[in-house]
Every structure is written in C-alpha cells, then in structure tokens.
C-alpha cells in the first residue's frame, strides 16, 4: 500500500466507535455520552512512510493553554507511549475538568473530540463546540502544516439494562422501533431464530442536507447487572462534504443536531428509561 493511499484509508475511517479511555467513567456509571469528532488530513513525509500530523505537537501544548481554565488537568493515555506516527487519528491525551471529571476534550494526531457525560443539553455543549473549533483554528501551527478537516461527527451514546428473561429482539421492537428477524430455517429447532444472545447491528442512511450519513448502532454488552443494550446515534460527514472552517462548522453541527434530536425522540421510551437510571428495556 503506498503512503497516499494509506493515508487516503486513514481519512476514510471516520466511523470508527468512541474511544475507550481508561478510568473515564466511574465505576457502575451508566453510558451515556454525547460526542463531537473533528478530523484533519495528515501528511505523508516521503512515500512508504507513514502520515503524520507535523503540527500536533505545538498544538497539544497550545490548546492546553488556551483551554486550562476550563479543563485544567492534562491526561497522558497509554496510547500516547506510542510514536504518534503509530496512532494516527487517535486520540493521546484529555483535558479534563477539576478532578478529572467531565465534561472533557481529547486530542490526538488529526483528531478533536469535546465530550460530555451529562444528559444531552445543546445549550451547554453547543457553545463548547463553538469554542473547541475556534481555539483549535487558533492555536494549530499552520506554518507547519494546513488545517484541513476531513471527517466530522455529532455522537449520542446510551444504554439500558435488559429485564432477566426479556426476549432481546421484542425488546427492540418496542422500545427501540427496529425489528430484526432471522429465518428459522437456518436452525434445526426454529425456536432458536427469536433467542440471540448478543447483537452487533449498523444501518447508515443518506443525510441530504449534511452531505453524509446518519447512523444507527445497536449492540448489547454484558456486566455484573447483566445484559445491557447499548445504541449510538451519529450524524457525520467526510472528504470534500466536511466544513472546513470554524464559521461553517457550527451551522454543520447545528443541523446536526436537529437530526439527532429527531432520531432521540423517536426512541424517547427507552431514552428516558436509561435517562433517568431507573428503567430497564
């Protein structure tokens, strides 16, 4: 594979699922995650060798100064051991809030993420967008590299615990409007095609007025309480259909948003089930 073309792949690999962050969450929290994602191109030095971000490291130090105020504790994650050549478009440190709490940004070789685990507010994490972009157009050393965003996102994570005994698929079908059906043909006792242990489920759609696509991810997780169903919605956008300034991006995420939000009340019952960390599906 040559080095454009590698790098072509590593722009393309914009759906990729959150990243895990050791100890971000409480132990026992529930899931619930809210979720913007920048991406900008790398550059690759010479052919065979893999794309960098030539800029990350004047920007990492920076951003964190411009954004201390309000995320004063800087994060070094394991992955940060690792040449940044090695970890492209993945995220290497937080700033996180007083007490390394949330909300947080995360940042990474040609990646930018604002997160928050509170219940889903525009009104508060709107503005953080808003700024995050501003400051990161700001701060990131253009004399070293162009600033070109190749991927954009707007993510909502949830999850609710499935009832002991509850059958998996009529859960879907009643609190989260999406029927899944396997032909019982395929099993000897046609019984079995209503009793999956596990899901693993993505179905993308056409999002005309974002140029890109709107996602939806069901899959199931298991813990000490059981079994959980977990859902992710994501409105994103890639190559020449992403914004590429801090003035375009906000109307961008704006509507993305009210895609999201549309999406969220359809599945208003079992999001405010799992909302309230009370309800189980």
């Known amino acids: 594979m040559t080095a454009h073309s590698r790098s072509q792949d590593q722009e393309n690999s914009s759906r990729r699922q959150p990243q895990v962050t050791p100890g971000a969450r409480d132990a026992g929290a529930k899931l619930c995650e809210t979720i913007f994602e920048l991406r900008w191109g790398l550059s690759a030095q010479a052919p065979g060798v893999d794309a960098v971000d030539p800029g990350f490291e004047l920007l990492l130090g ?3 100064e411009r954004l201390r105020g309000d995320y004063p504790d800087l994060v070094n994650l394991p992955v940060a051991q690792l040449p940044s050549s090695r970890s492209p478009h993945a995220v290497r440190h937080q700033f996180r809030s007083a007490g ?9 070789p040609g990646v930018l993420t604002l997160n928050d685990a ?12 808003r700024r995050g972009v501003a400051e990161l157009f700001e701060t990131y050393p253009a004399e070293l590299h162009a600033l070109r965003p190749v991927a954009i996102a707007l993510r909502i994570l949830n999850a609710a615990p499935l009832d002991a005994g509850r059958p998996l698929l009529r859960a879907l079908e009643e609190h989260l409007h999406t029927s899944v059906r396997v032909d019982p043909k395929l099993f000897e006792d046609p019984r079995e095609a209503a009793k999956p242990s596990g899901l693993q489920l993505t179905i993308s759609f056409p999002l005309e007025r974002l140029q890109g696509h709107g996602t939806l991810a069901l899959s199931t997780a298991r813990d000490a309480n059981g079994l959980q169903i977990l859902w992710q919605l994501e409105a994103s956008a890639l190559g020449e259909a992403v914004p590429k300034d801090p003035a375009a991006i906000q109307p961008w995420a704006e509507m993305a948003r009210e895609v999201l939000m549309r999406w969220l009340g359809t599945l208003d019952d079992a999001s405010d089930r ?3 960390g009370r309800g189980h599906l």
């Open 118 to 129: 509170a219940e889903f507010d525009w009104n508060r994490f709107g503005p953080r967008i």
């Open 62 to 64: 920076r951003l964190f």
């Open 274 to 276: 799992a909302g309230s």
């Open 100 to 108: 390394r709490s949330w909300p947080l940004v995360q940042i990474g």
